[in-house]
């Protein structure tokens, strides 16, 4: 994750045991915490306060291939920039997309799709959720306009 997403997310997990919340929840929440941290940041400062969390330091807002010598399956939350580097450097095997069924239109808080290029998402997988959710995954390729155009920008 990147340091905003991190910032959330360490607040969220230090304030999850007294939450008034089911036991599945907290169940999940308990998972979350006890499972490896990666932090790529330029600005945060160690010690980091959430526990199994690693900081990267990056020079570049963007992480290179090099820095994946992952070997098991990475996830990120959130971390839009983040992952938009991910997928333009070519380390995106999947791509999923959770539908909520709200439209917020102009009280929205942030576009996050105006910050990605154009992308074909190929459909690996979907799923709906009792109250209408659903989860799309997705196998993404970075294209270099939008598909069936001549458009340069």
């Known amino acids: 994750m990147g340091a905003s997403t991190y910032r959330l997310m360490a607040d ?20 979350l915490d006890s499972a490896e941290q990666i932090v ?3 600005t945060l400062e160690e010690p ?4 199994n969390t ?4 990056t020079a570049r ?4 291939a090099s820095s994946s010598a992952a070997t098991k399956p990475l996830t990120t939350v959130g971390s839009i920039r983040l992952s938009l580097a991910l997928i333009e450097a070519g380390l995106v095997d999947r791509f999923r997309v959770v ?9 929205g808080l942030e576009r996050i799709w105006e910050q990605f290029g154009d992308l074909s998402l190929e ?8 109250g209408g959710l659903q989860l799309l ?3 993404p390729t970075v294209l270099e306009a939008p598909p069936g155009t001549g458009w340069e920008r």
Do not use: C, H, I, N
Request: net charge positive; proline share 5%; hydrophobic share 40%.
């Open 12 to 31: 969220m997990a230090g304030k999850a045991p007294g939450l008034d919340v089911s036991e599945e929840e907290k169940a999940s929440f308990a998972q």
């Open 40 to 42: 790529f940041s330029a």
């Open 48 to 51: 980091l306060a959430w526990s």
């Open 54 to 57: 690693r900081l990267v330091r």
């Open 61 to 64: 807002s963007r992480p290179s």
């Open 99 to 107: 539908l909520f069924p709200v439209v917020t239109g102009r009280t």
């Open 123 to 130: 459909l690996l997988e979907a799923r709906t959720f009792e």
């Open 137 to 139: 995954e997705y196998r």
